[in-house]
């Protein structure tokens, strides 16, 4: 099992959407940090950890582009993040970001991205 | 020597009279000839002090409620023409603007704060928006006239927010902060959210550590409201494809107070974008907006017909999509509304052109059509601690 504690690895204060945006993006995330950690934990055979405790809070289009983008992108199917990654908090006030989380990977559509990236 | 008999200082008084009288017959001539008929004393402030001028006009009244809850209509009217005033001037080139105030002696025209007895941080933010967007158009700022005359209170509320360092004006203090609220500094911007958002947040918390209230209960929800307020603004208010001018400031402005007696945060974002009800219509999904209108028009509005932006921006809120056509964007004026849900009270209001939509927890969405636009978008939270 391996744990990716967001605040540490990451920073404290996440941001928008796009680098653009500025630093700490969810596509930011995703790219450098979520995917190589989810890639070491298949080929581990084992699970991954995310640990949100310790961020300050979360932008809804963060965690989309953070979480469902690993669907949009195609990096990883839907059904087989369920298996391969688990979203931990010990704050009740941040079940809402775990049960968003889930509910962006869910809802993604694989290749629903913008024109621009799809080339 | 000569000897003055009254005759003589009758007669000398008597011409004395007539010149002085001359005079002022000349002036008044003299202004009529200008085309100005009656001059206004007023104190100019610059960085430097103050000195005694005259205004061509007796100065454009404030509403003596500045406030876009309990006087929306006359302070949005207001906005607007203070708007089109500073849009007006900023046209003038910086040269010819300089050389009429080359001795800060005399201004035309001028706006009154005097009249304003109360004010609130989201109106003020709006009207500091429309001064630092002249300020970084023409690189000047404009001079405080009559500062003396201004309310304390509102003259406070104005320093803290900031708005005086938008002006020229006189290094006089400002007063002591009325016990227990608190406004946050404005700040502006189009990039780096996190930064500006984290800094805001703690600005906030801070105050409130300081009255010995714990703020970690909503940290994360003042946080993440700003970041969902200056995410829209970001990437909704100045799309690529919109006619923008050279007066077209592409930023958002954010402010925040905190209320200790009430336990109450509020903090407010404003943009000069093109609003919600434009951008709207160009969503790929502007079908299920349109489910809220066909009940009752039979048809789309257009993005001209602005006596629909009420409803346009409470369809937003409740589909939650945005104009670039992809269905996973567009959550952030719904988690907005998630945001209050979370509060032990809260209320959640955005403004957008001429339409205007409040949700407080508990209640259901309303929304309202105003006459006059706010000139772009503000989204105002407030939470109860």
Known sequence: MITLRVADKFGRYPGGRYEDDGPFSGEEFRKSILVPALIEAQGTGGKLVVDIDGVIGFAASFLEEAFGGLVRYRDFE?????????????????????????????????????????? | MKIVTVADKRRNAYHAWKSFQHGIHWRRWRRAKNGSTAHYRVIIADDFGHVRGRASSPGIKCPAVFCLDENADEVIEFLAGVRKRLLEVSRTSIIQQKAKRKTHRHVSRYTDFSTIKKITPAAALVLAAEYDRFRRITGTRLPAINRHKWNVEVDRRLGELGFLSLLETDRRAIAPAQAGVHIACFRSGAANLPQDAGQMTEALTTLLREADIDPDAIEHQLYTGLLEAMENARQHAYPGDAAHDDQTVPLWWMTGEVDVLERRVAIAVYDHGVSIPVTLPTWALFDRVQRFFRPVLGRSPTVGEVEHDGRMIRAALSVGRTSTGLQHRGKGLGRLREIVNQARAGRLKVTSRCGEVWYQKGSRVRDRTRRHSIGGTLIELELQL
Do not use: C
């Not at chain 1, 962006?104 to 621009?116: L, N, S, T």
């Open chain 1, 78 to 119: 839907a059904h087989a993040l369920h298996g391969l990654m688990e979203i931990k908090s010990s704050q009740s006030r941040f079940d809402i970001y775990r049960d968003a989380i889930w509910q962006y990977i869910d809802e993604a559509r694989p290749g629903d991205v913008p024109a621009a990236a799809a080339h």
